[in-house]
């Protein structure tokens, strides 16, 4: 178990984050990753949401069915959503281009892993939230109202599980 505070790392309340979901989320990209020291997978993500949810400070990350990483969302209690400086960008785009079932998207990528709080992180983002996992659900065709996004978006029929999780730590550099 790492401590975070070593690293460069400081606690602070998810309220206090000043966090922007459209820049952070949409166009920085994040990373979500789940497991621990005995295996952990992680690929980016643009999708998402934060906010209020059942009373508690909530993200919602959207995982395809045929992502590694969702073997380990579904394992796992805890994951992370790690946000990164601009000169990290080339490797959040091979962690979403890759697979970590036939690639070894840490050491391709330099990153480091850091095992914190029953999840992972990386010792190069600026700011992490500690997920704890509420709600699993996957998108369904009928309940689309803009038929065109349905269309547009899942043409394979590879809908989403949308995980709605309580941001439990968050913590920045």
Request: hydrophobic share 40%; net charge negative.
């Amino acid at each position: 178990m790492s401590d975070m505070s070593a690293l460069g790392f400081k606690e602070t309340a998810p309220e206090k984050l000043g966090f922007d979901p459209f820049n952070r989320i949409g166009s920085q990209w994040m990373l979500v990753t789940a497991g621990s020291e005995g295996g952990f997978n992680t690929m980016t993500a643009s999708w998402g949401f934060a906010g209020v949810m059942w009373g508690k400070p909530c993200v919602e990350t959207v995982i395809r069915p045929q992502r590694y990483t969702k073997e380990f969302l579904d394992k796992n209690e805890y994951f992370t959503l790690s946000f990164f400086p601009e000169d990290m960008r080339s490797a959040l785009a091979l962690c979403g281009r890759v697979s970590g079932r036939d690639t070894d998207k840490i050491g391709e990528t330099g990153l480091k892993p850091v095992f914190t709080d029953g999840t992972t992180a990386f010792e190069q983002a600026e700011l992490v939230l500690v997920c704890k996992k509420l709600y699993v659900s996957q998108l369904e065709s009928s309940c689309f109202t803009e038929r065109d996004l349905d269309g547009a978006n899942y043409a394979a029929g590879d809908y989403h599980y949308a995980y709605i999780a309580e941001i439990v730590k968050a913590y920045v550099k």
